[in-house]
């Protein structure tokens, strides 16, 4: 079980802000942040998998030389034209699942 901490919250965190204070299974986590986008609790899982770095490394070993992720959330969703932080293609996207 990961700790949900008043610090942890971010301004989206529809569910992990109802749990502040307790702690939430990484499988609870991530249905938080999968079925609304919980931005708190994709950050907890995230930093729990090694964060960002650490995920690309994983996309990576699945043959994946595109997707990259380099920073959490809420900063990972600015789209400056251009940058190529926290970026893949729609091509990729899919194959990663597959």
């Not at 502040?20 to 994709?42: P, R, W, Y």
């Not at 595109?66 to 899919?94: I, K, S, Y």
Request: charged share 25%; proline share 6%; glycine share 6%.
């Amino acid at each position: 079980l990961l700790p949900v901490t008043e610090g942890d919250l971010l301004s989206w965190a529809p569910k992990t802000r109802q749990i502040a204070g307790s702690k939430a299974s990484v499988l609870d986590l991530c249905e938080m942040f999968m079925s609304v986008s919980d931005n708190t609790a994709a950050n907890l899982v995230l930093k729990e998998l090694g964060g960002p770095a650490a995920l690309t490394a994983f996309v990576r070993s699945l043959r994946d030389k595109v997707t990259r992720l380099d920073r959490c959330e809420p900063e990972l969703n600015e789209a400056v034209p251009g940058d190529l932080r926290d970026t893949t293609t729609p091509a990729l996207d899919g194959l990663s699942f597959s």
